[in-house]
């Protein structure tokens, strides 16, 4: 197929022309469908202009650069080989960059800060987050026995668990997790980690066969960190994208 034929107007989104180029473009991309990314894309892109808001030709080496040192593409030949491994040719690569780096600058511009800080206010709740670390065993006895001699004071949760605990992916750890968000697992376990009579020591807890002796690094709180600033910002945006795409108009003309 020639360029000028794949080039040609299909269709429309929300008054934007869709190509035969860009429908195939997104075909190829992973994780959304082609339809949900071609809608996101449109969308970014015609809210970007709109703002004026524009990827300089450095922003956009930048982020080239970043992606293929973090994707362990060193050289020119690496990067050549993987791009057609994923059947992508290099302007379709500068233009998922770009698409990214777009992506970006509008959602800064959709969440900010008072955004964000309206949607922390409002959802405070379900932004609570507690730090631990875990012991998994097998026998409901023996989860018995160990909470009681931690409850006792009489073994250090770490020995226990580097000793005892059957999660080899955490036993080296101490049994560390680190930071857990409600709705992150499942409600069984949330429901007592969460709650206000939780101790130091939480369990033993059922859950697929297996027992789970929870530690308390850091009981349930919720405060405006990075980490809980990305999540109110990724909210904000899917949920006005989401509500963009509802109103988006599509017309086919083939």
Known sequence: M?????????????GVDLTLDELMFQIKQPGQTALQQLFSTKIIRKTASKNNITVSVNELQQAADDYRRAAGLHSSEMTQKWLESVQLTLDDFEKMIEDQ????????????DEAIQKEYVDNRLKLEFVKIAHLVLADQNLANELKAQL???????????????????????????GIIYRGMIPAKIENELFSDKAGEYVGPIE???????????????????????SICKQRIYQEWLKQRISETKIQLTV
């Open 2 to 14: 020639t360029s000028k034929q794949s080039s040609v107007v299909i269709g429309s989104i929300d």
């Open 101 to 112: 780096l777009l992506q970006k600058k509008v959602m800064d511009i959709i969440a900010s």
């Open 151 to 177: 409850d006792d004071g009489e073994e250090l949760f770490c020995e226990l668990v580097q000793h005892h605990s059957i999660d080899l992916t955490t036993k080296d750890q101490c049994g560390f997790i």
């Open 207 to 229: 859950y697929n066969g297996k027992f789970y002796i929870y530690k308390l690094l850091c009981p349930k709180k919720s405060e405006l960190d990075d980490t809980t600033k």
